[in-house]
């Protein structure tokens, strides 16, 4: 049977453990496979937080001001972030520039089918249609053509604070037959 539950009160402090501190300085580097053979056991692979205190290339700025502000050289195209939230507030939406009538699929304009599909548009901000999404759909012979459509649509931006933002944009794409 199990022995009484061990006391609250009445507990010893946890033993002290020293760690050694490595003697080798871990190199900062992107680690690369290596066959077994080759592994050096001494070498250490530095953590987060020695690689983020290794600031990389410093070039001096040369000013004569002595500022001691590093400038870090790079190669990297910053490129415009993902999606909007779902939500962007904006003092003017956008607009409609070229509008794109989807394609009827044949199959069912045969079958005498209606229906409506309601896509989510990421309109970036020069007003390209940057990503396409079916929010609801009545039958999903209809959606292809809708993203194809709506993907060849172009907008104003939308605007706040007098600069162009990207946004969501929702918008029906209905499939009705001329009946006559």
């Excluded at 061990?6 to 066959?35: E, L, Q």
């Excluded at 050096?40 to 953590?47: D, V, Y």
């Excluded at 309601?118 to 901000?125: L, S």
């Amino acid at each position: 049977s199990l022995g009484p539950p061990p006391s609250i009160t009445n507990t010893s402090a946890a033993p002290a453990i020293s760690v050694a501190a490595p003697t080798v300085k871990p190199s900062v580097g992107i680690p690369v496979p290596v066959p077994d053979a080759e592994i050096n056991p001494e070498q250490t692979i530095a953590t987060q937080t020695e690689m983020a205190a290794d600031v990389g290339p410093v070039v001096d700025a040369g000013d004569g001001g002595g500022g001691g502000v590093p400038v870090i050289e790079s190669d990297i195209k910053i490129e415009e972030d993902g999606p909007p939230p779902d939500f962007v507030a904006f003092e003017k939406a956008p607009e409609v520039v070229k509008s794109v009538t989807p394609k009827y699929p044949e199959l069912a304009r045969r079958a005498g089918m209606e229906g409506t599909v309601f896509v989510r548009v990421w309109v970036d901000k020069e007003g390209k249609v940057r990503k396409v999404e079916i929010q609801k759909s009545d039958a999903e012979i209809f959606n292809q053509p809708a993203i194809e459509a709506a993907e060849q649509m172009v907008f104003t931006p939308a605007v706040q604070g007098g600069s162009p933002v990207s946004v969501w944009v929702a918008m029906p794409f209905k499939f009705k037959l001329n009946t006559k």
